[in-house]
């Protein structure tokens, strides 16, 4: 057996973890070899070092501090538990919550936004002078939540039915 | 339903839960029993626990944090988490095994702390065992030893110390050991050696003192 190996055996020898033919091994090395002697040696004083250790006692007042702590606990446990169903419902409104809902309103306002901008607002013609404002301009103007109703803008066959065309078609004669 | 099942479901096996008795029942240690009877409501079983067990606990704590002067309260402590978990044992571990993966890890949280709750000193060698009949300076050089010991035992790394403590303060077995530690039993065989020389190489010159005294 080679001293490496004893090495790394040594604790489990000493400790007694070893199976018989190993720990026989390593006591057959340990008569001719004076370096793993030695460290054996060294393992087993320092093992009488950390018995000799002093032992803190508990005191006297060790299981009323325990018994007081364990009251304390108990006490901050059945607090969490009265607590928990407040929070539960604080927590319906809570920070992340609305930030969440908040986010979602942003999300349709904005949807709402790029939709009634379609892109024929794109291609409007230039603005004109107030003098070349025409009545049927003025007319849709005048009815232009109409004309933005959101089932027509969205969907623009809307604008072939014949009867939406002729209700803009009254409105605008109306006018003139 | 045979006690067995009522304790570890229909598909328990002996080889799982450890040796069944004769009548099909799982031998439970002691402490293993005063927990079952602690968790149907006994509260004489777990004040049994806890004055058979708390000298042990105090020791633990002293010895892995290296402060006697906080070693009690942790040890309140850690007797506070049991009986608030009592629901979590299972009597498949030996309750040792249980209350010392409570106990390591309740003081390994402390040692992280970044700021201790108790200032002083770590050690009184004043406390130091000393052999009757020893000469002034062999006491003296004793107690230097003893100092010397639980300020390198602290100042191991964590889980060389703990495979250490468990070893030597409370006799466990390897085995008992990687299951508080939830290591491999090769692992405890490597903490144990490296912890044992890396303590030999730092208390050499104490040691040589010792040899040559003696």
């Not at chain 1, 040696?41 to 009323?64: C, K, Q």
């Not at chain 2, 439970?28 to 509260?43: C, Y």
């Not at chain 2, 602290?154 to 085995?175: D, I, K, W």
Request: charged content about 25%; aromatic content about 6%.
């Amino acid at each position: 057996m080679r001293c490496r190996e004893v090495e790394k055996q040594l604790s489990a020898h000493l400790d007694g973890e070893l199976d018989a033919a190993a720990s026989e091994r390593i006591t057959a090395h340990l008569e001719h070899c004076e370096g793993c002697k030695a460290r054996a040696l060294a393992y087993s004083t320092l093992d009488g070092a950390l018995d000799a250790l002093p032992r803190h006692e508990p005191s006297e007042a060790f299981d009323d501090g325990f018994r007081a702590k364990l009251q304390a606990a108990r006490q901050a446990q059945a607090q969490a538990s009265l607590d928990a169903p407040r929070s539960r419902r604080r927590g319906f409104f809570s920070w992340p919550l609305l930030a969440g809902l908040g986010g979602a309103a942003a999300a349709v306002a904005l949807a709402v936004l790029l939709i009634g901008r379609s892109p024929r607002d794109t291609t409007l013609p230039p603005r004109r002078t107030l003098a070349a404002v025409q009545p049927s301009d003025l007319a849709l103007a005048q009815h232009l939540e109409l004309l933005q109703n959101y089932r027509v803008v969205k969907n623009l066959d809307e604008l072939e039915n014949y009867d939406v065309i002729d209700k803009l078609d009254r409105l605008l004669g109306d006018d003139k | 339903m045979s006690y067995a099942r009522a304790q570890f479901g229909d598909d328990c096996s002996a080889a799982e839960h450890g040796a069944l008795g004769l009548m099909g029942e799982p031998q439970l240690d002691g402490d293993a029993r005063l927990m079952l009877a602690f968790q149907q409501g006994d509260q004489s079983s777990f004040e049994a626990l806890f004055q058979k067990h708390k000298r042990a606990i105090v020791i633990f704590a002293s010895r892995f944090t290296g402060r006697v002067d906080e070693a009690e309260e942790l040890a309140q402590e850690i007797f506070v988490k049991c009986y608030l978990a009592a629901s979590t044992y299972e009597p498949r571990a030996k309750f040792t095994t249980w209350l010392f993966r409570i106990a390591r890890n309740h003081c390994l949280n402390e040692v992280r702390r970044p700021a201790r709750r108790v200032a002083g000193e770590p050690y009184d060698d004043e406390r130091a065992r000393t052999a009757p009949g020893q000469s002034p300076e062999a006491q003296a050089q004793g107690r230097a030893l003893s100092a010397a010991v639980a300020r390198e035992l602290a100042a191991l790394p964590e889980n060389q110390r703990s495979a250490l403590l468990l070893s030597r303060e409370q006799g466990m077995s390897y085995e008992e050991i990687a299951e508080t530690m939830d290591v491999s039993i090769g692992a405890v065989k490597s903490l144990i050696n490296r912890a044992r020389k890396r303590l030999a190489s730092r208390l050499a010159k104490y040691m040589e003192h010792r040899h040559a005294m003696s």
